[in-house]
Nanobody, 123 residues
Framework: QVQLVESGGGLVPAGGSLRLSCAAS????????MGWFRQAPGKERQFVTS???????YYADSVKGRFTISRDNAKNTVYLHMNSLKPEDTAVYYC?????????????????WGQGTQVTVSS
């Protein structure tokens, strides 16, 4: 079992930045693809970004050039650096993990989830 805990959410003005962290426990993330998803009220969970075990990232078009995903395997932690935030980025952000070597972009591809952290961007 993998337990994931997100942190770093908060309230930020448009144009601001935040860094989310996802700390994993239970087992090493070796061989796991990690992903970030977000869900706004009344909307489906949306893919944001994913990073493979070999450090290959993939981004949704809506965040490309503004968000950066990274992982520190020694710390068993994944990060989401968010710059130039927009009000439409407001959502609960979830970290997810699944064992595998590919990039996965659908929430049903992932086995393990964190509890989520709220990001609110004011206009």
């Amino acid at each position: 079992q993998v337990q994931l805990v997100e942190s770093g959410g908060g309230l930020v003005p448009a144009g601001g930045s935040l860094r989310l962290s996802c700390a994993a426990s239970g087992r090493t993330l070796s061989g796991y693809t990690m992903g970030w998803f977000r869900q706004a009220p009344g909307k489906e969970r949306q893919f944001v970004t994913s990073i493979s075990w070999s450090d290959r990232p993939y981004y949704a078009d809506s965040v490309k050039g503004r968000f950066t995903i990274s992982r520190d395997n020694a710390k068993n932690t994944v990060y989401l650096h968010m710059n130039s935030l927009k009000p439409e980025d407001t959502a609960v952000y979830y970290c997810a993990a699944r064992h595998g070597t590919s990039i996965y972009t659908h929430h049903t591809d992932y086995n393990y989830w964190g509890q989520g952290t709220q990001v609110t961007v004011s206009s």
